[in-house]
């Protein structure tokens, strides 16, 4: 059984860059054959692909958000990251980290999903 975990600040000023980071059990981020993505969902809305980092390391962004955007990866941790720099009201949203899994049960491709982090943008 996979895990999943965010981790980061609860607290974001805005202009400020928020930093996120999703710990990892029972799987590699390294191996296989999965991509592992950030998805928020914004109050009241409905959930945003943000971006994904594949096993080896490629990165994809929402061209909304790849400006903004870095995703990386801490091998030895078996976390990845995200990072988006000039957060604004908008970006108040509850973040998730999933495990993508083409190779699964199509339309079940986010198969395991941390358990959420919400992130507030106040001055």
């Known amino acids: 059984q996979v895990q999943l975990q965010e981790s980061g600040p609860g607290l974001v000023k805005p202009s400020q860059t928020l930093s996120l980071s999703c710990t990892v059990s029972s799987d590699s981020i390294t191996y296989g054959y999965y991509y592992w993505a950030w998805i928020r969902q914004p109050p009241g809305k409905g959930l945003e692909w943000m971006g994904a980092?594949?096993?080896?390391?490629?990165?994809y962004y929402s061209p909304s958000l790849q400006s903004r955007s870095s995703i990386s990866r801490d091998t030895s941790k078996n976390q990845f990251t995200l990072q988006l720099t000039s957060v604004t009201l908008e970006d108040a949203a509850v973040y998730f980290c999933t495990r993508v899994n083409f190779g699964g049960i199509p339309g079940h491709e986010y198969d395991y999903w941390g358990q959420g982090t919400q992130v507030t943008v106040s001055s």
């Open positions: 980092i594949a096993s080896s390391g490629s990165t």
